[in-house]
């Protein structure tokens, strides 16, 4: 089995990359992800990752160099954060939309303004529906195993997706954490060199990106949607797969002391392993506290979800961003809808939390549990709140 | 055959890497000279294009005027596409997972995906030295969407956001120098051509893919839609365009210019905007205004040649 070291999250991403002997990098460096491409950097210029590495000028031209050298064949890479996410998003849409696996590590950051280097789910939740899947990562192990998973996932000829490993900046990107890094051999073993069916090749030329009118647009986005969806089954077979090779297995979300739970806490993210104290606090005080952790954000798991939160009577959503003047945050909007057509549905209460990092320790945690039973007993319907806004 | 003047259909190669079937207006220069790049780049090339008339027209799914690998990402990027393309087959390559043989990366756009939008994509295209041609085909505004003026309109045209009004009489700046700018990158070959001179034209696009290297050739494609001229003279008015000095054609080579049309005398520009219903408008004194600048500009680059050693 691999070793057990304890390294910065962002070195274990790069080391995985690294692994996963990717043949094209581009990125551009913006806090909180330059430790990822500053290590990947130093692999290439000492001959530890034959690669290309494309110091580009921007965050758009990072993507665009990797749908490049995807078209072409090349297993590629690139990482951002904020605001950079952002500037790279119109050729986000596209690369998913030409189905170029690019796997993308974002340190999830705020967005401007007022500008924050901090870390919430702001950015990524910019791109909800660029068509990518989407993990959630809460520790470094995850980051690590997830960027292999997603080469193998993305890549498969059934899915042919890019995929975002998401991991909350600084909080895990800069962490030192013990890591079971994953041998060369078991990596070969799990993921396969990347051969995809079509690429630019003169030898077999074929039109990639091409003008579409009215008359097939819709038949185009119908074909993006089903084939985000139908990834599900080769996303549960990969994490099966890395799973029996390392013993280390995923779901679309996990479940922490969900037995007999009235009240669910739902998170995503880093912010997991904090609720998971807090829940063991209340559950040692007697109350039936549970965690859902959504691992899993594109393709949303309604299935998993709607099965894991049908026996609580409340849900209680941490989000970390927020849709002014809307439904509050995209995580509990979400799950509402998720929701709606059931016969029996637990109250959503909604709480916006951490935002640029703002701290949300375990009392943080008891605290908005508390206020949604008390809203609950005056008989009101939970809405979404602001989080420890100081007054 | 470099200074050729005369146009022999038996001398150009056969094969076509854009096809017949697209739908690009009568007498389209850009059209043209997209196809006379592909037949002197050769079959084993990869083209990029730019979001553009050119990419419109030439695939409207399911159909494609493209016989050879191409890829349309977005406006502004073909030069970072086309950077991610070079660099994938190179990585391939060099790991032995595809055979070892030159493929040319192509990269084509128009005026405003080179000289406005997709210039910060080019300039670190260029500065970071991918083995590559960069193609862009000036029809001096945004013709695509409807004739919008952009940085490489030239003084005084008429453009749907330039209008000649009452007070404001047109475009008010200098056509922007994307050549000199690509120039300035210190590549090892930058050029100016048109397909009025399809011999010099084919010259230049495999001298540019054949130099190990990031290569820039400006292409002036006139516009019959958008410059209000007569379809049948879009080859003549390239020819005005040079022969007036409007648009000289040369060669920057390592940093050496060379003029590859140097008619001993320009001919007035007058010559050149009487044909077009852009510059309709313009009044003499405007008309000597340019002609000024005009002939500055030449002395200019006459200049650079002689600094450089180019002659």
């Given at each position: 089995?691999?070793?057990?070291?304890?390294?910065?999250?962002?070195?274990?991403?790069?080391?995985?990359?690294?692994?996963?002997?990717?043949?094209?990098?581009?990125?551009?460096?913006?806090?909180?992800?330059?430790?990822?491409?500053?290590?990947?950097?130093?692999?290439?210029?000492?001959?530890?990752?034959?690669?290309?590495?494309?110091?580009?000028?921007?965050?758009?031209?990072?993507?665009?160099?990797?749908?490049?050298?995807?078209?072409?064949?090349?297993?590629?890479?690139?990482?951002?954060?904020?605001q950079?996410?952002?500037?790279?998003?119109?050729?986000?849409?596209?690369?998913?939309?030409?189905?170029?696996?690019?796997?993308?590590?974002?340190?999830n950051?705020?967005?401007?303004?007022?500008?924050?280097?901090?870390?919430?789910?702001?950015d990524?939740?910019?791109i909800?529906?660029?068509?990518?899947?989407?993990?959630?990562?809460?520790?470094?192990?995850?980051?690590?195993?997830?960027?292999?998973?997603?080469?193998?996932?993305?890549?498969?000829?059934?899915?042919m997706?890019?995929?975002?490993?998401?991991?909350?900046?600084?909080?895990?990107?800069?962490?030192?954490?013990?890591?079971?890094?994953?041998?060369?051999?078991?990596?070969?073993?799990?993921?396969p060199?990347?051969?995809?069916?079509?690429?630019?090749?003169?030898?077999?030329?074929?039109?990639?990106?091409a003008?579409?009118?009215?008359?097939?647009?819709?038949?185009?986005?119908?074909?993006?949607?089903?084939?985000?969806?139908?990834?599900?089954?080769?996303?549960?077979?990969?994490?099966?797969?890395?799973?029996?090779?390392?013993?280390?297995?995923?779901?679309?979300?996990?479940?922490?002391?969900?037995?007999?739970?009235?009240?669910?806490?739902?998170t995503?993210?880093?912010?997991?392993?904090?609720?998971?104290?807090?829940?063991?606090?209340?559950r040692?005080?007697?109350?039936?506290?549970?965690?859902?952790k959504?691992?899993?954000?594109?393709?949303?798991?309604?299935?998993?979800?709607?099965?894991?939160?049908?026996?609580?009577?409340?849900?209680?959503?941490?989000?970390?961003?927020?849709?002014?003047?809307?439904?509050?945050?995209?995580?509990?909007?979400?799950l509402?809808s998720?929701l709606?057509?059931?016969?029996?549905?637990?109250?959503?209460?909604?709480?916006?939390?951490?935002?640029?990092?703002?701290?949300?320790?375990?009392?943080?945690f008891?605290?908005?549990?508390?206020?949604?039973?008390?809203?609950c007993?005056?008989?009101?319907?939970?809405?979404?709140?602001i989080?420890g806004?100081?007054? | 055959?470099?200074?050729?003047?005369?146009?022999s259909?038996?001398?150009?190669?056969?094969?076509?890497?854009?096809?017949?079937?697209?739908?690009?207006?009568?007498?389209?220069?850009?059209?043209?000279?997209i196809?006379?790049?592909?037949?002197?780049?050769?079959?084993?090339v990869?083209?990029?294009?730019?979001?553009?008339?050119?990419?419109?027209?030439?695939?409207?799914?399911?159909?494609?005027?493209?016989?050879?690998p191409?890829?349309?990402?977005?406006?502004?990027n073909?030069?970072?596409?086309?950077?991610?393309?070079?660099?994938?087959?190179?990585?391939?390559?060099?790991?032995?997972?595809?055979?070892?043989r030159?493929?040319?990366?192509?990269?084509?756009?128009?005026?405003?995906?080179?000289?406005?939008?997709?210039?910060q994509?080019?300039?670190?295209?260029?500065?970071?030295?991918?083995?590559?041609?960069?193609?862009?085909?000036d029809?001096?505004a945004?013709?695509?969407?409807?004739?919008?003026?952009?940085?490489?309109?030239?003084?005084?045209?008429?453009?749907?956001?330039?209008?000649?009004?009452?007070v404001?009489?047109?475009?008010?700046?200098?056509?922007?120098?994307?050549?000199?700018?690509?120039?300035?990158?210190?590549?090892?070959?930058?050029?100016?051509?048109?397909?009025?001179?399809?011999?010099?034209?084919?010259?230049?696009?495999?001298?540019?893919?054949?130099?190990?290297?990031?290569?820039?050739?400006?292409?002036?494609?006139?516009?019959?839609?958008?410059?209000?001229?007569?379809?049948?003279?879009?080859?003549?008015?390239?020819r005005?365009?040079?022969?007036?000095?409007?648009?000289?054609?040369?060669?920057?080579?390592?940093?050496?210019?060379?003029?590859?049309?140097?008619?001993?005398?320009?001919?007035p520009?007058?010559?050149?905007?009487?044909?077009?219903?852009?510059?309709?408008?313009?009044?003499?004194?405007?008309?000597?205004?340019?002609?000024e600048?005009?002939?500055?500009?030449?002395?200019?680059?006459?200049?650079?040649?002689?600094?450089?050693?180019?002659?």
């Open positions: 089995m691999g070793k057990r070291v304890g390294m910065e999250v962002s070195i274990a991403a790069s080391e995985a990359v690294r692994l996963a002997n990717v043949d094209v990098i581009a990125a551009y460096p913006i806090t909180p992800q330059t430790h990822i491409v500053e290590h990947l950097s130093e692999f290439v210029n000492n001959g530890e990752l034959d690669a290309e590495f494309v110091p580009v000028e921007s965050e758009h031209s990072a993507m665009s160099v990797c749908s490049g050298s995807q078209a072409v064949g090349a297993r590629s890479f690139t990482c951002t954060s904020s950079g996410l952002i500037l790279m998003s119109e050729i986000v849409y596209c690369t998913a939309a030409m189905r170029l696996p690019v796997i993308m590590v974002l340190a950051r705020s967005l401007s303004n007022p500008i924050s280097i901090w870390n919430d789910h702001t990524v939740m910019s909800r529906d660029c068509g990518w899947i989407q993990y959630f990562a809460e520790n470094g192990q995850d980051v690590f195993d997830h960027v292999l998973i997603s080469y193998r996932v993305g890549e498969d000829r059934d899915v997706l890019p995929v975002i490993v998401n991991m909350d900046g600084f909080s895990v990107s800069h962490v030192i954490e013990p890591v079971e890094l994953v041998d060369q051999e078991t990596v070969d073993k799990f993921l060199p990347y051969k995809p069916d079509i690429v630019l090749d003169p030898a077999h030329p074929v039109t990639m990106g003008i579409v009118l009215p008359s097939c647009y819709t038949e185009a986005k119908k074909a993006q949607d089903e084939a985000v969806k139908a990834s599900m089954p080769t996303i549960l077979k990969g994490w099966q797969e890395f799973g029996d090779l390392t013993g280390r297995y995923y779901h679309p979300i996990e479940e922490y002391r969900t037995e007999g739970a009235e009240v669910l806490l739902v995503m993210g880093g912010i997991g392993e904090t609720a998971m104290w807090a829940v063991d606090q209340m040692e005080k007697g109350r039936p506290v549970g965690l859902l959504m691992r899993l954000w594109r393709p949303f798991p309604f299935e998993e979800f709607r099965k894991a939160a049908s026996k609580a009577r409340m849900l209680v959503v941490v989000d970390r961003a927020i849709s002014y003047g809307g439904p509050g945050g995209p995580v509990a909007s979400e509402r998720a709606y057509n059931e016969p029996k549905r637990p109250l959503v209460a909604n709480f916006i939390a951490g935002l640029a990092s703002r701290d949300v320790a375990p009392f943080d008891i605290e908005m549990v508390d206020r949604a039973e008390g809203a007993k005056k008989g009101m319907e939970p809405e979404y709140e989080y806004v100081r007054e | 055959m470099e200074k050729l003047n005369v146009y259909a038996r001398l150009v190669p056969k094969n076509e890497n854009f096809g017949q079937g697209h739908r690009a207006c009568q007498g389209c220069a850009e059209a043209l000279a196809r006379l790049a592909g037949k002197a780049v050769g079959k084993s990869v083209a990029v294009s730019a979001t553009g008339c050119m990419e419109v027209v030439s695939t409207p799914f399911p159909y494609t005027s493209w016989n050879v191409w890829i349309h990402v977005a406006f502004e073909a030069a970072a596409v086309a950077s991610g393309a070079e660099s994938g087959l190179k990585a391939l390559m060099r790991k032995g997972r595809i055979p070892q030159k493929i040319f990366v192509l990269a084509l756009a128009g005026d405003g995906g080179t000289s406005d939008i997709g210039v994509a080019i300039s670190g295209a260029l500065e970071r030295g991918h083995d590559f041609l960069y193609i862009c085909t029809n001096e945004y013709m695509n969407t409807g004739i919008q003026r952009s940085s490489a309109t030239p003084w005084g045209a008429s453009t749907t956001t330039s209008p000649a009004g009452k404001i009489p047109g475009q008010t700046t200098w056509k922007k120098n994307m050549a000199a700018i690509a120039a300035a990158h210190d590549i090892p070959y930058v050029a100016t051509a048109c397909p009025s001179y399809p011999f010099d034209l084919m010259e230049k696009v495999k001298k540019g893919s054949r130099t190990p290297g990031p290569a820039y050739i400006h292409v002036l494609a006139v516009c019959p839609t958008g410059w209000r001229s007569a379809p049948d003279l879009g080859i003549r008015l390239g005005l365009a040079v022969e007036t000095g409007i648009f000289p054609l040369y060669e920057v080579i390592d940093g050496k210019y060379k003029l590859s049309v140097d008619p001993p005398q320009l001919r520009v007058e010559d050149y905007f009487r044909l077009q219903g852009r510059f309709r408008h313009l009044t003499k004194d405007m008309i000597e205004k340019i002609q600048r005009v002939a500055r500009e030449y002395e200019k680059l006459k200049m650079q040649e002689r600094m450089t050693g180019g002659e």
